[in-house]
């Protein structure tokens, strides 16, 4: 056999295969090609991929070799077949098949100690998907079953193998890592909390300085203040009444003795 056909012929041999092809079926065709040999042709083929543009490669997924296409071409197929996932798995799953996939193999016992609730109902269903299976019994008292994942399992998530899983120190990190972003929000919000109570405290004290709400846009009757009036003069409106009455923070705001006349000042139309 030709070496420089190699590339074409594992080419020809992953495309017609429908599942994932290992690189051991390939060496019952070709007896005469090793291991790496396998390897560097699917290398080859990707560069070459590479350099013409091409919408696809070839990656290793579930212990074989399958075509894929890239992520940038994806939402053509998508629009062009509905995308339609052959089936999800509800949160209970996804918990119980974590536990196989990170703890394996396992029992249900242990399955149902991690999540405190019973999950026979979950594990059959994870059977029936063929998302698990049965790969032993425990050296325990009544030798239950142990449940380990599976190739389906691996195509589903897109892992070549149960080593390219997450390791828990980068999970661990990433929740971290969300729980700090978390934080810092809460805390520049309290800050901003902070900052609008003293505002108000400010004008209830009678301490408010105008210049500090200059950026700020009042609207109601007379915002603007009238012409010849100096900034002291400037009355903080307060609209609680039809009158449109007036207070000026520099008055004697003590209601007993009464505020002195002159202090409270009617709005438009002063009777």
């Known amino acids: ?51 013409s543009g091409t919408s696809f490669r070839i990656r290793e997924i579930a212990g074989g070799f399958q075509y894929y296409i890239l992520p940038d071409y994806a939402g053509y197929v ?13 949160r209970a799953a ?32 994870l059977l029936e998907k063929n998302m698990v299976t049965i790969v ?12 380990g994942t599976t190739d389906e399992f691996l ?17 661990e990190a990433m929740l971290a ?5 978390g934080q810092t929000e809460l805390e520049l919000k309290d800050e901003l909390a902070e900052t609008a109570l003293n ?7 009678g301490s408010f300085d105008p210049s500090s709400r200059e950026d700020m846009d009042y609207s109601g009757p007379d915002s603007v203040p009238a012409a010849g009036t100096t900034e002291s003069d400037q009355a ?18 003590n209601m007993d003795p009464s505020v002195p006349t002159g202090d409270w000042d009617k709005g438009p139309g002063k009777e």
């Open 1 to 51: 056999m030709d070496l420089n056909q190699l590339p074409s012929i594992i080419e020809a041999l992953i495309l017609s295969s429908p599942e994932p092809l290992p690189a051991r079926r390939i060496l019952q065709v070709l007896a005469d090609v090793t291991p790496v040999q396998v390897t560097r042709a699917v290398e080859a083929l990707n560069v070459r991929y590479e350099q």
């Open 78 to 90: 998508d629009e062009l077949f509905t995308r339609r996932r052959k089936m999800r798995l509800t």
């Open 94 to 125: 996804l918990e119980s098949v974590a536990i196989v996939a990170y703890r394996q193999p396992v029992t249900k016992a242990e399955i149902e100690h991690i999540r405190g609730v019973a999950s026979d109902a979950v594990l059959q269903n």
């Open 136 to 147: 032993g019994r425990a050296r325990t008292v009544g030798k239950p079953l142990q449940y």
């Open 155 to 171: 195509k589903f998530f897109g892992l070549a193998n149960l080593e390219a899983l997450p390791k828990m120190e980068e999970i």
């Open 177 to 181: 890592a969300s729980q700090s972003r």
């Open 199 to 205: 505002l108000k405290l400010n004008v209830a004290d």
């Open 236 to 253: 903080l409106h307060i609209w609680t009444n039809p009158q449109h009455e007036a207070f000026r923070p520099d008055a004697d705001n």
